[in-house]
């Protein structure tokens, strides 16, 4: 069912069902983020998203990441209320993630100054715990791959994201989804040599078998590949571990599509 929604002023439309994050964003409407990845679930964990909404009794302040349409309604994302809680919550993170780029930009973004109400963060911790803001992007992203290495640890100020017992994870496959996912690069993800670092173990790294790239861990693809074959067994297709990169596998499927159509002999 279509939805007639009017974003600051100006009519869309909009599918029943759809997040209000989901409709600003296709019309290239600004809604910050920090928890939000178009590949996960919406978990609507650091409250960046709020917009003001109108459908019909007087507005209410919604997160727009898990806040789905369901009548004709009006929208607010840049209002004066909004603004204030975004400073507000940008302050709060601020003081739990100090060295968080993307949400120092933010900061500047919406002219957030020093706040006395919330204490910094202490000195002299890991790039981890200074720049985490625990939005649980990366969690959410090992867990879709069925590892489940990391997992948020301990209670309140002194909850944090690592692995178990913060030891090196035997569940743990090198992939670093989950520092590609981060939104303040706090997980530390480093190559060099042919090896992966992160979450204090080292992984060897396989080159791709076209352009000779490293790409992926020995690790990383046996999982790709049990993944792959649990789902083919559905429906009966066979598959292999591929030891092609992403750009490779891409780059032949463009000249498949380019030969089909004539465009490349």
């Known amino acids: 069912m279509a939805l007639n929604v009017k974003i600051n002023g100006k009519k869309y439309q909009a599918e029943a069902g ?10 290239r409407i600004l809604v910050p983020t920090l928890c939000h990845h178009e590949s996960l679930t919406g978990m609507g964990a650091c409250r960046l998203c709020v917009v003001e909404l109108n459908e019909g009794s007087g507005r209410q302040v919604v997160v727009s ?44 973004m919406y002219g957030v100054g020093e706040d006395d109400r919330f204490t ?6 890991n790039r981890l715990d200074a720049a985490c803001i625990l939005c649980g992007l990366c969690m959410e992203a090992c867990s879709k791959l069925g ?4 997992s948020a640890v301990g209670r309140g100020t002194g909850k944090k994201i690592s692995t178990p017992y913060d030891e090196p994870s035997a569940d743990c496959v090198g992939c670093g989804s989950c520092a590609a996912v981060c939104p303040t690069k706090a997980i530390d993800c480093a190559e060099a040599k042919g090896q992966r670092s992160i979450w204090g173990r080292k992984f060897d790294l396989v080159r791709c078998e ?27 297709a066979d598959v292999e571990i591929s030891r092609v990169c992403e750009n490779c596998r891409r780059r032949k499927s463009s000249d498949v599509m380019a030969k089909a159509f004539g465009v490349r002999k």
């Open 147 to 150: 590892t489940g290495a990391i």
């Open 210 to 236: 076209v352009c000779g790239r490293p790409f992926a861990t020995e690790e990383e693809l046996a999982l790709s590949y049990k993944l792959q074959v649990t789902g083919s067994k559905e429906n009966g």
């Open 18 to 27: 759809e997040y209000v994050l989901e409709v600003c964003r296709r019309n």
């Open 65 to 108: 990441c898990v806040y789905p349409l369901s009548r004709d309604c009006e929208v607010f994302t840049e209002s004066e209320k909004i603004k204030s809680i975004r400073r507000t919550v940008l302050a709060m993170l601020r003081t739990k993630a100090p060295e968080g780029d993307r949400l120092a930009s933010l900061c500047r």
């Open 120 to 125: 910094p963060t202490r000195a002299g911790i």
